[in-house]
């Protein structure tokens, strides 16, 4: 690049642009804008109904805000991503995933398809409607700078070894809330289990190519860091890209077999209905019954 190529604003405006056109299609880890033009949409997923296509680098993150009903698919495209979620409720962001109530109240640590993503209010944030890996882990959260820099010398956000805090501080900064807004999270694609003695075991992924589908019960803020789980024993820092997409649905209603699968899921359901029912002007589906 020449001294001059960017010393005037006309030059700064050239090469900006000549390195958005370098990227174009060039560049895998990038949302694709609109939506719509993603290539290869979910199969009964008409392109007009994408809202979301980002495929998100091993160490990046994403933030989506979802209107209710919205489905997110997250797929391991590689086999090595570790997706840490946290979910808020759109409108009223201080109720946010609660991982110990998702766990005790639904008697599982272990999430998979059926299960639901709890508020600390005791509603249902988003339901697990697919899920092709069955490597997920509810227990140990993300990583935290401190431990990134003793295991692999860094874990600044921008530096080669990203912790899943500083992603999600990030994250979150981006619709007005801070470190203290930040909960402990769910990770997808990374498998952990614990033995008779207690003692927790880190089993990898499920391979390249497994999903995971959310569908928002409630408008949702999702924060998603895609970096290596803290109990991820390789010595180097290892996580591939992760693919995030977003189509227009329908939550849970009362007719639906997920609705009354349990009582837990169903006062979860039902909770979350009455919150939404007190801030809209229709009637909202399962409400009352």
């Not at 299960?115 to 249902?124: C, E, I, K, N, V």
């Amino acid at each position: 690049m020449t001294a001059s190529s960017t010393s005037t604003t006309a030059g700064a405006r050239e090469h900006a642009r000549a390195q958005e056109a370098a990227a174009a299609g060039a560049v895998r880890t990038r949302p694709v804008l609109p939506a719509s033009a993603w290539l290869t949409p979910p199969d009964g997923v008409g392109p007009e109904d994408l809202v979301w296509a980002e495929t998100v680098a091993g160490g990046g993150y994403t933030h989506l805000s979802v209107a209710r009903g919205t489905h997110v698919r997250l797929t391991d495209l590689d086999g090595d991503a570790c997706a840490h979620v946290l979910a808020y409720d759109a409108a009223q962001p201080w109720e946010r995933l609660n991982v110990a109530d998702t766990v005790k109240v639904q008697w599982q640590v272990y999430l998979t398809a059926g299960h639901l993503l709890l508020s600390d209010q005791g509603r249902a944030l988003a339901s697990v409607v697919e899920d092709t890996s069955g490597h997920h882990d509810t227990l140990f959260g993300t990583s935290t700078r401190a431990r990134n820099e003793a295991r692999y010398g860094d874990g600044a956000a921008h530096g080669p070894s990203p912790a899943g805090r500083e992603l999600f501080a990030l994250a979150a900064a981006k619709h007005g809330l801070t470190r203290r807004d930040l909960p402990p999270s769910l990770s997808f694609f990374q498998g952990v289990r614990v033995d008779e003695h207690g003692a927790p075991h880190h089993h990898g992924s499920a391979g390249a190519g497994a999903h995971v589908t959310l569908v928002a019960e409630v408008p949702l803020i999702l924060l998603v860091a895609n970096t290596a789980h803290p109990l991820d024993a390789r010595e180097r820092f290892t996580c591939t890209p992760l693919e995030v997409l977003a189509w227009r649905g329908e939550p849970t209603a009362p007719a639906d077999p997920r609705w009354d699968a349990t009582p837990e899921g169903r006062r979860a359901l039902t909770n979350a209905a009455a919150s939404l029912a007190t801030r809209t002007a229709r009637p909202t589906a399962g409400a009352a019954r």
